[in-house]
């Protein structure tokens, strides 16, 4: 799968869940492990309204594993979309597709607060409950 270079720059797309962010301006880094047991640990991680966050997604299956954010209807629709064209290559500052052993980055910025999920959508790993909330708490007044 082609993944972005580092020369390539970031589309900014405002989503329900936040927008790309800038690595420059990442102040907390949250490392999220993934298994093929189907788990994500921290399965629930908590930010505040604002932050723009390093998320570290570390594979440490032996099969490629992958986290994307979004509302579980977008996770949902997309993870359909997968079943159907298991070889579709997608590839948004939202997501990491990381092989087994190796690490990848997401920067988000969350600037709604809300609930939002996070998972793997690899053909029946999201089915067999590869998934997490990330709820992001309104800015401090």
Known sequence: ????????PVVKEQKDWGIAGEA???????TVRMGDDMRFSPRHIEVRE?????????????????IVIGTKAELDQHAELMKKHPGMEHDEPYMAHVAAGKKGDIVWHFNRAGSFDFACLIPGHYQAGMTGTITVLPRNP
């Open 1 to 8: 799968m082609p993944h972005r270079t580092a020369t390539a």
């Open 24 to 30: 420059q301006q990442v102040r907390r880094t949250i």
């Open 50 to 66: 604002g932050d723009t966050v390093r998320l570290r997604a570390e594979n440490q299956g032996k099969v490629l594993h992958e």
